[in-house]
């Protein structure tokens, strides 16, 4: 159990000749194996290693956006679960695929494992495209790209759009639900006819382009509400893939707190790190709201106040445990809820129902210490109907 670890340390592993890999042990018993796989030659002899753990890892591409540096992932049996339908639609470039999670559980990792496969290559471009970044005047131009002359501002020559730049390969559209109705409409043409004109273009460009898309938020909900197209959903819908969040898969945490602890010390120079029984525990109750991502980033502070090579539960002073424990409650769990729908008073004369719609959103927007992706998630309301909100209220 690691509850009864005094310690957790980085140590070489005795029988490979990688001296990259690295076994994680715990008081002479093997809990993980973490490192970059330069080579992907061998994969069997890390494998074998895992003895005794829960724990398990597989090859993904060396430019995620979760720990870059590193070849090597850690992860749950949970999340091996969500490699393996990955590896089903990997091979069927017709089929859109849909990645649901919370922010941070790492989607456009998967993304990139359904593209670059488990050999971690593809001679097909990847393109990733925010859809959260662009008004809906510009992600016509960004989509499709445009002709010279097309618009006031634009390049005299135009300017390719995402879906030229990943010809061949694959784009993967972050945070769909923030398209608006209209480019809804207009994306899911392509993926009826694949075909597309350019902005103030007049000729019929054919496409090939395997589209993943992602959201943070239940698309099926958004439909019923009507943010999201019906027709678009069905059509996208169809290879549906959900990363649970990191407190659901616990047996990640350690192993992956290690990994990315390997990665700080090679770059700060240290030969190794170690937890202490206090750190585990703190890693181990610790809910996560922020995912993987959160750990990453808390990892890496931790590392640098960590003088000595030991974090201890002081270098995690970080993690306001209570505070967060409330917030992961509220913003992460579909039951709660900021007030109870069928039981709740009204004034008795008037209500300033502007007013009473600002404070909350304040107050939604100070819990999560002003993370607007995870206020929105909290409020059932996509990011730029957040941002429309703040704007109208005037929120510093």
Same mark, same amino acid.
């Given at each position: 159990?690691?509850?009864?670890?005094? !310690?957790?340390?980085?140590?070489?592993?005795?029988?490979?000749?990688?001296?990259?890999?690295?076994?994680?042990? %715990?008081?002479?018993?093997?809990?993980?194996?973490?490192?970059?796989?330069? #080579?992907?030659?061998?994969?069997?002899?890390? /494998?074998?290693?895992?003895?005794?753990?829960? $724990?398990?890892?597989?090859?993904?591409?060396? !430019? &995620?956006?979760?720990?870059?540096?590193? /070849?090597? /992932?850690?992860?749950?049996?949970?999340?091996? #679960?969500?490699?393996?339908?990955?590896?089903?639609?990997?091979?069927?470039?017709?089929?859109?695929?849909?990645?649901?999670?919370?922010?941070?559980?790492?989607?456009? &990792?998967?993304?990139?494992?359904?593209? *670059?496969?488990?050999?971690? *290559?593809? =001679?097909?471009?990847?393109? @990733?495209? =925010?859809?959260?970044?662009?008004?809906?005047?510009?992600?016509?131009?960004?989509?499709?790209?445009?002709?010279?002359? @097309?618009?006031?501002?634009?390049?005299?020559?135009?300017?390719?759009?995402?879906? @030229?730049?990943?010809?061949?390969?694959? &784009?993967?559209?972050?945070?769909?639900?923030?398209?608006? +109705?209209?480019?809804?409409?207009?994306?899911?043409?392509?993926?009826?006819?694949?075909?597309?004109?350019?902005?103030?273009? +007049?000729?019929?460009?054919?496409?090939?382009?395997?589209?993943?898309?992602?959201?943070?938020?239940?698309?099926?909900?958004?439909?019923?509400?009507?943010?999201?197209? $019906?027709?678009?959903?069905?059509?996208?819908?169809? %290879?549906?893939?959900?990363?649970?969040?990191?407190?659901?898969?616990?047996? $990640?945490?350690?192993?992956?707190?290690?990994?990315?602890?390997?990665?700080?010390?090679?770059?700060?120079?240290?030969?190794?790190?170690?937890?202490?029984?206090?750190?585990?525990?703190?890693?181990?109750?610790?809910?996560?709201?922020? =995912?993987?991502?959160?750990?990453?980033?808390?990892?890496?502070?931790? %590392?640098?106040?960590?003088?000595?090579?030991?974090? #201890? &539960?002081?270098?995690?002073?970080?993690?306001? /445990?209570?505070?967060?424990?409330?917030? !992961?409650? $509220?913003?992460?769990?579909?039951?709660?809820?900021?007030?109870?729908?069928?039981?709740?008073?009204?004034?008795?004369?008037?209500?300033?129902?502007?007013?009473?719609?600002?404070?909350?959103?304040?107050?939604?927007?100070?819990?999560?210490?002003?993370?607007?992706?995870?206020? %929105?998630?909290?409020?059932?309301?996509?990011?730029? !109907?957040? *941002?429309?909100?703040?704007?109208?209220?005037?929120?510093?």
């Amino acid at each position: 159990m690691l509850h009864d670890f005094k !310690s957790v340390s980085l140590t070489n592993h005795s029988q490979s000749t990688d001296d990259n890999l690295k076994i994680l042990k %715990a008081n002479s018993k093997t809990i993980g194996v973490t490192g970059i796989d330069l #080579d992907n030659s061998n994969p069997k002899h890390t /494998q074998n290693s895992l003895t005794d753990s829960k $724990a398990c890892y597989r090859t993904v591409s060396g !430019s &995620l956006n979760i720990a870059q540096q590193s /070849q090597m /992932q850690i992860h749950s049996p949970e999340f091996h #679960d969500v490699l393996s339908q990955a590896d089903v639609y990997r091979n069927h470039r017709d089929i859109p695929v849909v990645i649901e999670g919370a922010t941070g559980t790492g989607k456009e &990792l998967i993304a990139r494992y359904i593209h *670059y496969g488990k050999d971690n *290559y593809s =001679n097909s471009p990847f393109v @990733a495209l =925010n859809c959260a970044a662009l008004t809906p005047t510009l992600i016509e131009s960004e989509l499709f790209g445009y002709e010279g002359g @097309a618009f006031t501002g634009g390049k005299t020559n135009g300017q390719k759009g995402k879906l @030229a730049l990943a010809q061949g390969g694959t &784009l993967f559209l972050d945070e769909i639900l923030e398209l608006d +109705l209209q480019s809804q409409a207009k994306l899911l043409r392509v993926l009826e006819e694949k075909s597309y004109y350019q902005v103030g273009g +007049l000729k019929l460009i054919k496409t090939d382009v395997r589209i993943i898309a992602a959201s943070n938020q239940n698309l099926l909900s958004a439909v019923e509400t009507g943010r999201f197209r $019906a027709d678009l959903y069905f059509r996208l819908g169809a %290879a549906k893939i959900y990363v649970p969040p990191i407190r659901q898969r616990k047996g $990640a945490i350690l192993p992956l707190a290690m990994s990315f602890l390997q990665e700080f010390s090679k770059a700060n120079e240290v030969n190794a790190y170690t937890f202490t029984e206090e750190a585990i525990q703190h890693l181990l109750s610790y809910t996560w709201p922020g =995912n993987v991502r959160e750990l990453r980033n808390v990892i890496q502070c931790a %590392a640098l106040k960590a003088k000595n090579g030991t974090i #201890d &539960l002081h270098h995690l002073g970080s993690l306001d /445990q209570q505070k967060h424990i409330e917030i !992961s409650d $509220a913003a992460c769990t579909a039951e709660s809820t900021l007030l109870d729908s069928s039981h709740f008073d009204l004034p008795p004369h008037s209500l300033d129902l502007d007013t009473l719609v600002a404070n909350i959103i304040t107050r939604a927007l100070d819990m999560h210490r002003g993370n607007k992706s995870q206020t %929105a998630s909290y409020l059932g309301i996509s990011r730029s !109907s957040l *941002y429309r909100r703040l704007a109208h209220i005037k929120h510093p």
